[in-house]
């Protein structure tokens, strides 16, 4: 007997065992790469899924989420007692602050926002600005018309008459030149201007004249908004004091720490003469000439810091930029480039993200090299605040009462630079959905993110302290720092599908209620996800079963009805190794056929057979979303259950296995009947 001759002396019988044999290693192949992608589904969807948990500010008015909590009224930061309940309750992976900073490079140019009311406004939109609207000029005074009286004051204190007045003094000017400000601002020269000054005193009345030159550092709104419906006068764009200004000498200084106090029915000024700063001078020369001379060196001095404060831009340090919440809404995406990686995190690398809109403006893109200086934007000098009363802050940047959209704030000639000429490497770029969006998360688009530890100390954000505040007639206050632990400095990262475990466990302890969770739809596919794998499982399941039957009766059926062609050859002196071979390589060669047939057959099917074992009951979930910022779709899931999932070359791979497995089986079948007795083989 040879093999050929078996092999095809029963046709229909060899057929029916070669499609048995080839079903068998279709549902193995299916049947595995279904458990297999399956088995990773999970994992890959939830590392393409954020969920945090971020505060709520229930001190504001409305929710955060809503948009209705903007400013901070009470402080109630996170305290190290706070974070670490935070991080024993189940489901938190981590709690994240993200510190703000200040970072100035000659190649960054902001982005400019739009403008609303300044005066007396509930709405701060304007602030997202602010930083950039101070702006040097030389204006030439074209015509004074409205001198608008607000109250006198009784100012003996400073050597001035009993009642001394404050008054606004609305004038129309020209701008002879720009000296420094946002690019943005510059208004074409010769066009007209309202410029308003806020004057204290008699002796002041009559500085502002009509066709005199002058200097003038103050606030430039392009729009003319400025007091909505009660501006006066014509409407240009217009140069603001940023404060009361008193004559002292031949100049308008800004009054720094004014305050007030009534004695005996009398209003009594008071004022920090050490924080003031020149507003207007009159020019009889050039501006450079004035600029250089030495007596003026604070002029100066804030000619330079101008400059610097168009070049600054605040600097977000963090260590998870996935858990910011407007990253898991999809409200910011990442669109070229990549996010950090966990070794840049960690070892403080000089990269950074800028979104698209500044880098388009800065001229840099994925890949640019700049250098920059880092400085802190919380000093409470700078911010004025009031150290007396620890429930009030005022002055011309409050960093800790804004939940959103960070600024520098003020950047003058006292900012100090902690780091200078840092070399740092643009790895992405972001876009917002909405660049000048008000929420309590919202970003402004001239935000630059950067790994946490690449960040100097110090910076704004983190938990809650008590500073100890001494320079105040010689007494010590303490005032809480409230320090950033909400809004956009604040998330806590939580597992996937640990999100309602989480608001449960917070219900038993003191932060109940002040948090709200985000998945980005995770929770909504878990259920279809462990459906999915269930079925898979099964089908897995079914699939070995039917290997393991087909192959038992392979070898007891069409194996081991050949014991009397065995016996027959072994009777007429043919050898065990020859009687083995033939049974062994009849066998293996129709089953191996089989096999690879199926192998071949079930990667050709698997993309079929996993749009209606895997992806139907996925399509069925609701809002299927991830943080590259758009919703999952079939196609997406198949790429993604591809890419995951087993390989042309894997399944062909698996293919060989069986058949390795089957003709180890068949050997040792083979083996076992070749060396029986022939009178044996041809009794049975």
Same mark, same amino acid.
């Given at each position: 007997?040879?093999?050929?001759?078996?092999?095809f002396?029963?046709p229909?019988?060899t057929?029916?065992?070669?499609?048995?044999?080839?079903v068998?290693?279709?549902?193995?192949?299916?049947?595995?790469?279904?458990?297999?992608?399956?088995?990773?589904?999970?994992?890959v969807?939830?590392?393409?899924?954020?969920?945090?948990?971020?505060?709520?500010?229930?001190?504001?008015?409305g929710?955060?989420?809503?948009?209705?909590?903007?400013w901070?009224?009470?402080?109630?930061?996170?305290?190290?007692?706070?974070?670490?309940?935070?991080?024993?309750?189940?489901?938190?992976?981590?709690v994240?602050?993200?510190?703000?900073?200040?970072?100035?490079s000659?190649?960054?140019?902001?982005?400019?926002?739009?403008?609303?009311?300044?005066?007396?406004?509930?709405?701060?939109?304007?602030?997202?600005?602010?930083?950039?609207?101070?702006?040097?000029?030389?204006?030439?005074?074209?015509?004074?018309?409205e001198?608008?009286?607000?109250?006198?004051?009784?100012?003996?204190?400073?050597?001035?008459?009993?009642?001394?007045?404050?008054?606004?003094?609305?004038?129309?000017?020209?701008?002879?030149?720009?000296?420094?400000?946002?690019?943005?601002?510059?208004?074409?020269?010769?066009?007209?201007?309202?410029?308003?000054?806020?004057?204290?005193?008699?002796?002041?009345?009559?500085?502002?004249?009509?066709?005199?030159?002058?200097?003038i550092?103050g606030?430039?709104?392009?729009?003319e908004?400025?007091?909505?419906?009660?501006?006066?006068?014509?409407?240009?764009?217009?140069?603001?004091?940023?404060?009361?200004?008193?004559l002292?000498?031949?100049?308008?200084?800004?009054?720094?720490g004014?305050?007030?106090?009534i004695?005996?029915?009398?209003?009594?000024?008071?004022?920090?003469?050490e924080?003031?700063?020149?507003?207007?001078?009159?020019?009889?020369g050039?501006?450079?000439?004035?600029?250089?001379?030495?007596k003026?060196r604070?002029?100066?001095?804030?000619?330079?810091?101008?400059?610097?404060?168009?070049h600054?831009?605040?600097?977000?340090?963090?260590?998870?930029?996935?858990?910011?919440?407007?990253?898991?809404?999809?409200?910011a995406?990442?669109?070229?480039?990549?996010?950090?990686?966990?070794?840049?995190?960690?070892?403080?690398?000089?990269?950074?993200?800028?979104?698209?809109?500044?880098?388009?403006?800065?001229?840099?893109?994925?890949?640019?090299?700049?250098?920059?200086?880092?400085?802190?934007?919380?000093?409470?000098?700078?911010?004025?605040y009031d150290?007396?009363n620890?429930?009030t802050?005022?002055?011309?940047f409050?960093?800790?009462?804004?939940?959103?959209?960070?600024?520098?704030?003020?950047?003058?000639?006292?900012?100090?630079?902690?780091?200078?000429?840092?070399?740092?490497?643009?790895?992405?770029?972001?876009?917002?959905?909405d660049?000048?969006?008000?929420?309590?998360?919202?970003?402004?688009?001239?935000?630059?993110f950067?790994?946490?530890?690449?960040?100097?100390?110090?910076?704004?954000?983190?938990?809650?302290?008590?500073e100890?505040?001494?320079?105040?007639?010689?007494?010590t206050?303490?005032?809480?720092?409230?320090?950033?632990?909400?809004?956009?400095?604040?998330?806590?990262?939580?597992?996937?599908g640990?999100?309602?475990?989480?608001l449960?466990?917070?219900e038993?302890?003191?932060?109940?209620?002040?948090?709200?969770?985000?998945?980005?739809?995770?929770?909504?596919?878990?259920?279809?996800?462990?459906?999915?794998?269930?079925?898979?499982?099964?089908?897995?399941?079914? #699939?070995?079963? %039917?290997? +393991? !039957?087909?192959? *038992? $009766?392979?070898?007891? =059926?069409?194996?081991?009805? @050949?014991? /009397?062609n &065995?016996?027959?050859?072994?009777?007429?002196?043919?050898g065990?190794?020859?009687?083995?071979?033939y049974l062994?390589?009849?066998?293996?060669?129709? #089953?191996?056929? %089989?096999? +690879? !047939?199926?192998? *071949? $057959?079930?990667?050709? =099917?698997?993309d079929?057979? @996993?749009? /209606?074992? &895997?992806?139907?009951?996925?399509?069925?979930?609701?809002?299927?979303?991830?943080?590259?910022g758009q919703?999952?779709?079939?196609?997406?899931?198949?790429?993604?259950?591809?890419?995951n999932?087993?390989? *042309?070359?894997?399944?062909? =791979?698996?293919?060989?296995i @069986?058949?390795?497995?089957?003709?180890?089986?068949?050997?040792?079948?083979?083996?076992?009947?070749?060396?029986?007795?022939?009178?044996?083989?041809?009794?049975?």
């Amino acid at each position: 007997m040879d093999i050929k001759k078996r092999l095809f002396r029963k046709p229909i019988t060899t057929a029916v065992w070669f499609l048995l044999v080839t079903v068998m290693a279709l549902l193995f192949v299916v049947g595995f790469a279904l458990y297999w992608s399956s088995g990773n589904l999970a994992g890959v969807l939830s590392a393409h899924h954020t969920t945090v948990a971020v505060r709520t500010d229930q001190s504001t008015t409305g929710t955060a989420i809503e948009g209705g909590a903007k400013w901070e009224i009470e402080p109630h930061g996170l305290s190290q007692e706070d974070v670490d309940l935070l991080e024993s309750l189940p489901g938190v992976e981590g709690v994240y602050f993200h510190t703000l900073t200040g970072g100035y490079s000659p190649d960054f140019t902001p982005v400019m926002g739009i403008k609303n009311t300044m005066w007396g406004a509930t709405d701060a939109q304007y602030m997202v600005n602010e930083s950039y609207d101070d702006v040097l000029a030389v204006v030439e005074v074209v015509d004074i018309y409205e001198t608008s009286v607000y109250t006198t004051y009784d100012m003996t204190a400073l050597g001035l008459s009993a009642e001394e007045p404050d008054q606004m003094i609305y004038a129309e000017a020209r701008i002879i030149e720009l000296l420094e400000g946002n690019p943005d601002y510059a208004a074409p020269k010769d066009d007209l201007i309202n410029l308003y000054v806020s004057i204290l005193g008699k002796a002041a009345e009559s500085y502002l004249q009509e066709g005199q030159r002058y200097l003038i550092q103050g606030v430039y709104d392009p729009e003319e908004r400025c007091g909505g419906e009660n501006v006066i006068g014509p409407s240009h764009p217009f140069i603001k004091s940023e404060g009361v200004t008193m004559l002292q000498g031949d100049q308008l200084w800004y009054i720094g720490g004014m305050t007030s106090a009534i004695d005996d029915f009398d209003t009594i000024v008071y004022i920090d003469t050490e924080d003031t700063s020149p507003c207007l001078a009159k020019l009889e020369g050039s501006a450079e000439d004035f600029l250089s001379d030495a007596k003026n060196r604070t002029w100066a001095e804030i000619a330079a810091s101008y400059d610097t404060a168009q070049h600054s831009l605040p600097v977000m340090g963090t260590d998870c930029l996935e858990s910011m919440y407007l990253f898991v809404t999809n409200e910011a995406t990442v669109t070229q480039g990549r996010a950090f990686t966990q070794e840049e995190y960690d070892s403080g690398a000089k990269v950074c993200l800028l979104s698209e809109s500044l880098a388009e403006k800065s001229g840099l893109q994925v890949g640019s090299r700049f250098t920059m200086s880092q400085f802190l934007v919380h000093d409470f000098k700078n911010n004025n605040y009031d150290i007396t009363n620890a429930s009030t802050a005022s002055g011309h940047f409050n960093v800790d009462g804004k939940l959103n959209n960070p600024t520098v704030g003020y950047v003058g000639p006292d900012t100090e630079f902690v780091t200078e000429d840092e070399e740092f490497t643009v790895i992405g770029l972001y876009r917002l959905q909405d660049q000048w969006a008000d929420e309590s998360y919202s970003l402004t688009p001239n935000t630059v993110f950067i790994p946490k530890r690449a960040q100097i100390e110090g910076g704004f954000g983190g938990i809650e302290e008590m500073e100890q505040i001494v320079e105040h007639d010689g007494f010590t206050y303490e005032r809480p720092n409230e320090n950033g632990a909400h809004g956009v400095y604040l998330s806590v990262k939580l597992k996937n599908g640990g999100m309602s475990q989480f608001l449960e466990a917070l219900e038993a302890t003191d932060l109940r209620g002040t948090f709200l969770a985000e998945d980005q739809g995770y929770g909504a596919i878990q259920e279809s996800i462990n459906a999915v794998a269930q079925n898979a499982w099964q089908v897995f399941r079914i #699939a070995l079963l %039917g290997w +393991v !039957l087909i192959l *038992v $009766l392979y070898v007891l =059926l069409y194996q081991g009805l @050949q014991r /009397k062609n &065995l016996g027959a050859m072994r009777s007429q002196g043919s050898g065990v190794k020859a009687a083995r071979r033939y049974l062994f390589g009849s066998g293996f060669i129709l #089953a191996v056929s %089989g096999v +690879v !047939l199926g192998a *071949v $057959l079930g990667a050709v =099917l698997l993309d079929v057979i @996993q749009h /209606k074992v &895997l992806l139907a009951p996925l399509s069925e979930a609701a809002m299927i979303q991830h943080s590259g910022g758009q919703a999952l779709t079939p196609e997406d899931l198949t790429l993604m259950l591809q890419q995951n999932g087993l390989s *042309v070359p894997q399944l062909l =791979l698996m293919g060989l296995i @069986q058949a390795g497995m089957i003709g180890l089986v068949l050997w040792i079948h083979a083996a076992l009947l070749a060396r029986q007795n022939p009178r044996k083989l041809l009794r049975l």
